[in-house]
């Protein structure tokens, strides 16, 4: 697959928008490929279209690309290649490989509709390819405009996709391609061409939507004598619905999941297994394990659905496992600024939370307990007598404990004043006294996240609870 060449290949983005959930996918592959081959991964901003390129595209582009870890060895902006376009784009028009078209939009749609009356496959008729240099240049100076068209052989072309197999085109029914607007200005297929030849790309892996542009691209690269890479042509996102990603079904733009709470690493797994599976169909993995087993030729050729409900259960799970401390510093992210967050929070609440946007609601009380009714401090059928006792006699052995005990030592001390048989009826008041909840954490995780001065107050606010006698 590799041919003994160092692997190289490419991610080429256009900052014409935010970086796409497909796009990411494909920045992934191209990644991991590089990395299970020791080779380069090639960043390429291709900002040719100077009125829909956005620095802040670009930006966050990078921004995305960073977050995911897929560091890149070499980047390029297209934008400030210009001279190099010029160079081979006057190459071809000397050796007449490519010539000047000067026929109008208005000329060119009569001769499309022409041949679709003729129930023929549109394309350019060839009208100015017999025109000389001579006379291409003669009507150049004289003001006409013209894009630069490259001369496609009628023969058919075909290539060996790694993931698809023998892909074949007939060149007969393509026309010359327009590799340039007036002025040299290059269209996509060209530039892309010349960059990938210049950079010594290897592998061109992409999207399927791009199986089209392949067979004009290798024309290109046959014109100027370049080597031609593999290509792999990854399979489509799909919606549930089996019908192309839209924001119909969510948001497509990778910073969308960000702002959500979904995890770095969480996502990289999800988006190598959309259309890929390693050996031993494992699911859990990191990249470095995703690095060891990626495989091109696992790649499915039918679409990847889309499912939020799987890339919430890689989320739970990798949250569940994360660096507690990495795991504060992206939570402060998605909670009031005010709100102190302590390791002992984030560890109360980590395996109930799908997305870090679940968090602010979860630990809400911990920093403003709600106003709970009192009737939800009864275990069952207990009277409000029985609550008032045990929680009395459990804020004294809370009184007791020392300020920097662990939760192992709060539940020691806790339980062994605890009857085995009425640990409902002990613990469940404490644990709404502090929580102010029917559901939250237990209560010796709250003890040791609120501490013991504000864990008495919460009790000490119960117990004011139950002694007004409307509450009765």
Known sequence: MT??????VRF???????LHIGNARTALFNWLFARAHKGDFVLRIEDTDRERSKKEFEEDILRGLRWLGLEWDEFYRQSE????????????????????????????????????VQGMAPKYSGKCRSLSKDDALQRTRGGEQYVVRLRVPDSKIFFKDIIRGKVEFDGALMGD????????????????????????????IRGEDHISNTPRQIFVMQALDFTVPQFAHLPMILNPDRSKMSKRFGGTALTDYMKQGYVPRAMVNFLALMGWHPQDDRELMGLEELIQTFDLTRVQK???????EKLDWFNNHHIKEMDGAKL????????????????????????????????ESLVHF???????????????NMNFGEVELNLESLRGTIADLKSRDSRKIVEQRILAVVDEKRRGEMLWPLRVAL??????????????????????????????????????
């Open 3 to 8: 041919g003994g060449k160092k692997v190289r």
């Open 435 to 472: 929580s102010g909840q029917e559901n939250s954490p237990g209560p010796f995780e709250i003890i040791e996240a609120l501490g013991k001065k504000e864990s008495l107050r919460r009790i000490d606010l119960a117990l004011q609870k139950l002694a007004v006698p409307e509450t009765y």
């Open 81 to 116: 290649r210009f001279d190099i376009y010029k160079n081979y784009l006057d190459k071809l028009l000397e050796s007449g490989r490519a010539y000047r078209c000067f026929c109008g939009r208005e000329e060119l749609e009569e001769q499309r509709q022409a041949m679709l």
């Open 328 to 359: 504060l510093e992206s939570a402060k992210n998605f909670v009031p600024k005010n709100w102190k967050l302590n390791r002992a929070i984030i560890d109360a609440v980590r395996g109930r939370i799908n997305r870090l946007d679940e968090l």
């Open 177 to 204: 391609l327009i590799i340039a607007r007036e002025g040299g200005e290059p269209l996509y297929n060209f530039a892309v061409t010349v960059d990938d030849a210049l950079s010594e790309i290897t592998h061109v």
């Open 302 to 308: 039918g679409g990847a659905v889309f499912s939020r």
């Open 12 to 18: 080429p983005p256009s900052p014409t928008g935010l």
């Open 366 to 380: 911990y920093f403003e307990i709600p106003d709970y009714p009192t009737t939800l401090l009864k275990w069952k």
